[in-house]
């Protein structure tokens, strides 16, 4: 009877590991099997970050997203002692535009003066909150079309020149904002692509203190002391989708419980993968073109999220990037490591957070399925391969 009924379960368990066998890298020593568990709870956690330590700097509005941008040079750093500016102006070259060349109006964008403090880490959402108070210097158009001219200078007013060399903390700098909607133009920071950077070109002369001595041609190129972007996310939620963002550093948050898993301590996962699901029909979706997402996982320290999804906190053990596209709606994650030591300690199970790899990078928005999407083949899902003795 003993010899019938395990060879029974012999049968079984080769049946199991059927599902699954040429996904399991490692060859089963006993039992295996697979096991599916969709999402039971999920969540948008939005982290207040600073967004100024990034290489762009981004202008305009569109989607529901608006964004300013802010640049302090500091002239005195560089200025001989006796100086006589000819011209100090300002390059802006034209990185990314949304929607894209040939496809978005041209940006009519505000130069304003900024009357506060600020620094590249202080640039969260809010930051310039009461900005349509700030005086207008003057408006540059920032033309969009295939052909436009990508490099465009602004000129420096003497008034405003005068104020940087007063006093480094009453300077305070520019501030770049859309005066025009359905457009975002992207520059690049003191940070990016040495040809993109936007940078005060000071040219002028140098007169020696030597008695009789002529004065000398003397040009300088000086980067921002402080520049970054602010971006604020007015978009509504849809009911049974996620926002990822990039900009306002929105990010997902999935709880798979591993009851079924864990419910045998020996277990060993050989493979673990999250398949989560792009929503490409929700209109407020914003991806710069011929951009990619990319997403990365992170575990959770908890589940106090589950009544408060800002009261998260997240441990950054699993790192997995996966690319989406648009014809790619299908985010897979390899997460092997965390789910095993998951298994091994389950009340340690605080569920995953999926963010966006470069959050301070092109403002973007993509929607996913949630865990009550109506979809039920679009639900996350964690898939797990394992084998016990």
């Not at 989607?63 to 002239?75: E, I, K, M, W």
Request: charged share 20%.
């Amino acid at each position: 009877m003993i010899a019938m009924l395990m060879a029974f379960l012999a049968g079984c368990a080769q049946r199991e590991t059927d599902i699954g066998s040429d996904l399991i890298p490692l060859q089963p020593q006993g039992n295996s099997g697979q096991t599916t568990i969709f999402a039971t709870h999920s969540a948008e956690w939005d982290r207040d970050l600073s967004t100024g330590r990034g290489s762009t700097l981004q202008v305009g509005e569109a989607r529901d997203f608006v964004t300013v941008s802010a640049l302090r040079f500091q002239p005195l750093d560089v200025l001989p002692d006796s100086f006589v500016l000819d011209t100090a102006r300002i390059r802006f070259r034209v990185d990314r535009i949304y929607p894209a060349r040939g496809e978005a109006p041209d940006l009519r964008m505000l130069i304003k003066q900024i009357p506060i403090a600020w620094y590249e880490d202080s640039l969260k959402e809010g930051t310039f909150a009461d900005r349509s108070s700030y005086p207008v210097i003057d408006t540059i158009l920032i033309p969009t079309g295939a052909g436009a001219v990508d490099s465009l200078y602004w000129k420096v007013p003497d008034s405003v020149w005068a104020s940087w060399l007063v006093d480094d903390s009453l300077n305070h700098g520019i501030l770049l904002e859309a005066d025009n909607p359905d457009v975002i133009v992207g520059f690049q920071t003191a940070e990016g692509a040495e040809n993109f950077r936007t940078f005060l070109e000071i040219i002028g002369q140098e007169f020696s203190t030597e008695e009789g001595a002529e004065p000398v041609a003397w040009d300088d190129t000086l980067y921002a002391t402080d520049d970054g972007y602010v971006a604020e996310d007015l978009s509504e939620p849809v009911p049974g989708r996620l926002r990822i963002s990039q900009g306002a550093y929105r990010r997902a948050l999935l709880y798979f419980p591993l009851d079924s898993v864990t419910s045998n301590p020996l277990r060993t996962v050989v493979r673990a993968r999250i398949h989560f699901f792009a929503d490409l029909g929700v209109p407020n979706s914003l991806v710069y073109s011929g951009s990619n997402f990319l997403y990365k996982d992170a575990s959770l320290a908890d589940t106090s999220w589950f009544a408060e999804p800002d009261s998260a906190s997240q441990s950054f053990v699993a790192v997995s990037s996966s690319s989406f596209g648009s014809d790619n709606t299908e985010i897979v994650f390899e997460n092997t490591s965390v789910v095993a030591s998951l298994v091994g300690n389950p009340e340690t199970n605080g569920g995953f957070s999926i963010q966006a790899t470069l959050e301070s990078d092109v403002v973007s928005r993509q929607f996913f399925h949630a865990y009550d999407s109506e979809v039920d083949s679009l639900r996350p899902r964690l898939e797990i391969w394992w084998v016990e003795p």
